[in-house]
């Protein structure tokens, strides 16, 4: 039996900003695996809703800042998702559970665990690129300013991890 005590110096303690980037990111896992699962399964249904909002002409009434989610090339975008939605979610499951297991292992300050969140970070940005085109991004590139800036924030906690 170890005589280990709780309040030894030696122990490594986990970084607070490693600690807060790991939890939110465990959080987001969850909230994009909830809103990826209800967006595979009404897919059809809000790729309707984005039809006939272009053929009812209301667009006119629509702020201008949401044309450019709403226009021709957000409806083909948005139509190669839903056609591609099966291996989209496959990419997205799978990325989902590769940042997860990294946050877990970064908690244990183990650096591959920040490789492989990495890797769970980047491949639905990739799977979005194969299977949607660049224009994926086009009226949402807003929507990649987060996952850049989480990029930032763990690469400066690398020296943490062993």
């Known amino acids: 039996m170890s ?54 002409g209301d667009m006119d009434k629509v702020p201008e800042f949401m044309k450019s989610m709403m226009g021709p090339e957000a409806l083909e975008n948005a139509r190669l998702a839903y056609e591609n939605r099966i291996p989209l979610f496959i990419i997205m499951v ?41 224009g994926f991004a086009g009226g949402a590139s807003f929507m990649l300013l987060l996952p850049l800036l989480f990029i930032i924030l763990y690469t400066t906690q690398l020296k943490y991890l062993k």
């Open 3 to 56: 005589t280990q005590n709780p309040f030894d110096k030696d122990e490594k303690k986990l970084p607070s900003l490693l600690n807060v980037l790991t939890i939110l990111t465990m959080i987001g896992c969850a909230i994009e695996l909830f809103f990826g699962s209800l967006n595979l399964i009404n897919g059809r249904k809000n790729l309707e809703r984005l039809e006939e909002a272009q053929a009812s």
């Open 94 to 134: 799978v990325g989902i559970g590769l940042c997860f297991y990294g946050a877990l292992q970064m908690r244990k300050l183990q650096k591959t665990g920040y490789f492989m969140w990495l890797i769970g970070e980047i491949l639905p940005i990739i799977g979005s690129l194969l299977f949607i085109g660049v």
